[in-house]
């Protein structure tokens, strides 16, 4: 079971004491939990879902076209050009022949390359490309419709990448994510340096699994005229993926005090249109994160956000997290009432 579910688990069970709740496990997987209150009231939860968030919004949230969709209706500044196309079987069951991956890449054409794919269920940024040819667009259009049957194609935009945690209208944490990278010492080739970097994930209890063979990170490296087997230079950095996601490997600086109050408004006003009251915001954001609001895009929102890699990344982190979820118990215990 990965890690990140059983960290959710045992930050509760840790917390909980404090408002004199109990947090019981399932004992076979750890993944599942009843929050017992003060009160007599329970409450549950599954992999990251605590009892927070209405059914309807949460689904909406977990759709990345569909969130989109509502977004963009609110006039928000989501990613333009974002649009949806099916596997051929689904495409042919549905009878939609002009959103096949043929049509994708057509499509794909006209925005103009590169584009990011993603699929449209999907978490943790897996399977999400930057791609700059057709080779590239088949090899993870492939990809995606092994797991999913809707991908997404949308326009690259530039910028700072940020994750915004939103809990019953205030902003608990931020931090901004770097993608996957490794920094030369002129020692070592590529395929080295990351398996360094695996051993330190291991040591800081991160679940990531860095793929040596991920077909992103030959890509990416190729556009660089780089190998797996290239030696950076001493200080080098170089980036292996385009999304920044922690769970892919990322890195993740807390900003949380830092972040524009006008942001934050943002955030508390996005998670509460979209119906929910624990939300994770993510955003590209082209100018300072700790100025006015200037040229923003939402990424999506995420109702059951994962944040065990950012729990672990630092003792501020793993403060942050900690307080939030006993904020999230405290407003369980309300609602019960």
């Not at 997404?152 to 700072?160: E, F, N």
């Not at 943002?266 to 929910?276: E, N, Q, S, V, Y």
């Not at 630092?314 to 939030?324: D, I, M, P, W």
């Amino acid at each position: 079971m990965k890690k990140e579910y059983l960290a959710m688990s045992q930050i509760l069970q840790k917390i909980a004491p404090k408002i004199g709740a109990k947090v019981y496990l399932e004992p076979k997987w750890h993944i599942a939990g009843q929050i017992s209150f003060k009160n007599g009231r329970h409450s549950y939860f599954r992999y990251n879902a605590l009892d927070l968030n209405p059914v309807g919004a949460a689904n909406i949230a977990k759709d990345k076209d569909y969130a989109h969709h509502f977004m963009n209706k609110m006039s928000y500044s989501v990613i333009p050009g974002s649009k949806t196309f099916f596997n051929d079987h689904f495409s042919q069951v549905l009878k939609i022949n002009k959103r096949n991956q043929r049509e994708a890449y057509i499509y794909a054409q006209k925005l103009g390359l590169p584009v990011i794919i993603k699929p449209n269920s999907g978490s943790q940024g897996a399977e999400v490309s930057l791609v700059y040819n057709q080779k590239e667009f088949k090899q993870g259009m492939q990809k995606i419709f092994q797991h999913d049957h809707i991908a997404i194609v949308q326009k690259y935009v530039k910028g700072d990448d940020y994750r915004l945690v939103v809990l019953d209208d205030k902003v608990i944490s931020a931090y901004q994510r770097f993608a996957l990278s490794v920094i030369g010492d002129g020692k070592n080739n590529i395929t080295k340096l990351l398996k360094i970097k695996q051993i330190n994930f291991n040591k800081q209890g991160r679940d990531t699994q860095i793929k040596l063979n991920d077909y992103r990170i030959i890509n990416k490296l190729k556009r660089q005229g780089l190998t797996i087997n290239s030696i950076p230079q001493k200080g080098e950095k170089i980036y292996l993926l385009d999304n920044a996601n922690l769970s892919s490997g990322g890195d993740a600086i807390d900003v949380t005090n830092i972040i524009h109050e006008s942001y934050k408004k943002l955030a508390i006003k996005l998670t509460r249109d979209m119906g929910l009251r624990f939300c994770g915001v993510d955003l590209i954001i082209e100018g300072e994160i700790s100025k006015p609001i200037d040229k923003y895009w939402i990424i999506e929102i995420n109702a059951a956000p994962g944040l065990d890699h950012y729990y672990r990344s630092s003792s501020q982190a793993k403060k942050r997290v900690e307080n939030l979820y006993l904020q999230a118990l405290k407003s369980l215990e309300r609602d019960k009432k």
